[in-house]
């Protein structure tokens, strides 16, 4: 998949998993399922579960889109410096927001966790917005470079 269409889907994933994370919190659903890694019943989801399920199966997935990105950007040979850094600083954030996210449910929805959760969750969201943009700005390079 072309480096764009890469950053572009996992900034959209993004961006669901932090709606959902706001849902979860606004109506007070981060306990309903208390373990971690996986909730109570295993692997599978289950209606007692669902939306708690579907912020860690989209953690997951933008956990591993968010790492493709940044191997996509290293193996780039356009590629510049610029997107090399965000799509590092996003492997980072994003690996420390999974940690926190174990973090927050271990200590029982901890305030100062919840909050760090967020803001993490805000700094990831602005280094894969910037790695889009490069990527972007990568291929309409390449388009002016073919005319
Ligand atoms: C890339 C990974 C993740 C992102 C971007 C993310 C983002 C968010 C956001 C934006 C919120 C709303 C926070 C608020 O409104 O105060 C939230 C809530 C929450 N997240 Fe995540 N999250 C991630 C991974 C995880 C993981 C792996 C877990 C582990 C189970 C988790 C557990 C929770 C819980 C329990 C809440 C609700 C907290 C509450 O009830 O106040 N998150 N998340």
Known sequence: MAIQYLALSTMIVLYSLMFLGGYISAAGLGLTCP???LCPNGIMPSEEY???WIHRL???TTGTLVIATM??????KRADQKIK???TL???FVITQITLGALVIDTKLHAVLVA???GIGILLFSVVLLTTLFAFRISSKSIETKV
Do not use: K
């Open 35 to 37: 373990e971690w890694p």
């Open 50 to 52: 669902l939306i708690e």
């Open 58 to 60: 989209a953690a997951a």
């Open 71 to 76: 191997v996509a950007s290293f193996l780039n």
């Open 85 to 87: 850094i965000t799509s």
């Open 90 to 92: 996003a492997t980072i």
């Open 116 to 118: 760090i959760h967020l």
